[in-house]
């Protein structure tokens, strides 16, 4: 009878051992797992040919093991992911350039107990992907093409513009005025998907948003959420019309009165602060958007002197430092967010953006934890004297000379973005000056295309070309041009 009993104790004992270790097992299976890119869950994620990375989001409500198999060519950046709740984490997937003629494939799994996600990760080979068309050293604009600068519209600032006090008078009678007030202030339309829309199904891939934020901020750097919250309003027009989106700071740099980001170590002490806590608010903001938004430390940042400080300092001059250290700024305040802004691809500039050899040589590339997601953006108006109107100086006729020069500036600046291990792209160019000839505006357009075909890089034309307001394209022969060229 003891034994009987004995027996049936164990039994039991094993039993609840059993229901234990089921028990368990059961609490690491994830209820709910998703793997993401963009809002949308994925099964597959595609590269070309070229060295890249792409971010993937895990959403699950229980702890998780990844893993690849095949790890000679691709490789992730974490293979576990330890949650308490619903909890959002990210993947990086890399891939090395694939010199191979076939495509390749490579499984990443995930598990959470009993439950898992799988992604087939493919990449083109050289027989299936002919155009390795921008520097593997930047990871996620394989895509990248032609883009198109909405300018004069987030980045107006009337307070800085109307020497006539117009802005003053407008608001003598009290009121605070709206994102909308200052959107139009320039002269543009309210931003609407039509707008986007038709930028991008002419072909433009990426759209830079330039944004002033000093007229939104208080005196302590806070940035008013209504503006805020209409920057993100446009930033997700450009992304939902599936182009690339860049967002900077713009006209708080700049030659006016008004500009306070300035390329000056006696001013850098308290510039430094207003700067890194309005990009920790701006990538903050954004944390969560995926690599189809890039950041762009500052615009046309100068040295406030006698000239306004379009004629670049000399060599070894205080300004240059001042630079370096608020690119540092900028890349340490957005990487400290976390979310997808710790690998978000970020975007420098030499003093005024200018593609001179003296400022080129000045620009130096700042430290950052996570290699191979920066790049340099100059912008060029060359030759000046065609592309803009200079009154009796300028050049009317599209000619050899144009060519030189357009030619010396690729030169320098692909040289020295070799020189630094970065990729460079004009983020903004155009022959601007709409009193010239249209013919030979259009011979500028081609010229820069093949350009920048040639030297695998891209330019984003500023503004212009297109009716707003009528979403007509007012200079579809200069648009034309581009794409044939490129």
């Known amino acids: 009878m003891k034994k009987n009993i004995f027996s049936y104790m164990l039994l039991l004992l094993l039993g609840l051992m059993a229901w234990s270790c089921s028990e368990s097992d059961s609490d690491t299976n994830a209820k709910q ?22 971010m993937v989001g895990v959403f699950s409500d229980a702890d998780w093991d990844a893993s690849l198999d095949d790890e000679s060519w691709c490789t992730i950046s974490n293979h576990a992911g330890f949650v308490d709740g619903d909890s959002i984490q990210y993947i990086k997937v890399s891939v090395e350039k694939n010199t191979g003629e076939q495509a390749r494939t490579a499984i990443l799994t995930v598990k959470a107990g009993n439950t898992t996600r799988t992604l087939t990760i493919r990449q083109n080979g050289m027989g299936t992907d002919p155009g390795d068309t921008f520097p593997s050293s930047f990871a996620t604009l394989e895509d990248f093409g032609l883009g198109y600068n909405l300018g004069n519209t987030l980045d107006s600032n009337p307070t800085s513009a109307d020497g006539n006090g117009w802005w003053e008078q407008r608001w003598a009678a ?3 005025p709206r994102p909308s007030d200052w959107e139009t202030s320039w002269g543009q339309p309210v931003t609407t998907p039509g707008i986007i829309n038709a930028i991008a199904e002419r072909g433009f891939k990426v759209i830079r948003v330039p944004v002033t934020w000093f007229p939104h901020m208080d005196e302590q750097g806070n940035v008013d959420p209504v503006w805020m919250a209409r920057v993100k309003e446009v930033v997700d027009m450009v992304l939902n019309a599936g182009c690339y989106a860049i967002v900077n700071v713009m006209h708080d740099t700049g030659a006016s ?26 990538a903050t903001a954004f944390r ?6 890039l950041f762009e430390s500052f615009n046309e940042i100068l040295y406030v002197n006698n000239d306004n400080g379009w004629t ?6 205080p300004c240059y430092e001042a630079i370096r250290r608020y690119h540092q700024d900028f890349v ?9 802004n710790e690998f978000r691809n970020l975007i420098i500039n030499p003093y005024s953006a200018s593609s001179t050899q003296t400022v080129l040589n000045e620009l130096v590339v700042p430290n950052d934890v996570h290699a191979n997601h920066l790049m340099m953006s100059v912008h060029s108006y060359d030759p000046y004297n065609f592309c803009n109107d200079n009154g009796e100086w300028s050049i009317l006729y599209f000619n050899d000379e144009c060519r030189q020069t357009i030619d010396e500036v690729f030169q320098r600046v692909i040289r020295r973005s070799s020189d630094l291990g970065i990729p460079a792209f004009f983020g903004e160019f155009g022959a601007i000056d709409g009193k010239k000839d249209p013919d030979e505006r259009v011979k500028y357009a081609a010229y820069m295309a093949k350009k920048f075909k040639e030297n695998e890089t891209v330019g984003l034309w500023w503004m212009g070309l297109m ?10 022969n200069i648009v034309t041009s581009l794409f044939e060229n490129y």
Do not use: C
């Not at 002490?269 to 207003?274: I, K």
């Not at 969560?288 to 938004?293: A, S, T, W």
């Not at 009716?467 to 579809?476: G, I, M, P, V």
């Open 312 to 317: 670049a300092p000399e060599a070894g001059s």
């Open 288 to 293: 969560d958007y995926g690599d189809h938004l």
């Open 467 to 476: 009716d707003r307001r009528k979403l007509e394209w007012t200079e579809d």
């Open 33 to 54: 797992m998703r793997l993401f890119r963009d809002g949308a869950e994925i099964n597959e994620l595609e590269f070309s040919l070229g060295a890249a990375s792409k």
């Open 332 to 340: 340490d305040a957005v990487r400290a967010t976390g979310g997808n």
């Open 257 to 282: 009165g008004t500009a306070w980001l300035i390329a000056d170590m006696n001013v850098y002490p308290t510039a430094s602060v207003r700067y890194k806590k309005l990009w920790t608010q701006i």
């Open 174 to 176: 009290g009121g605070t």
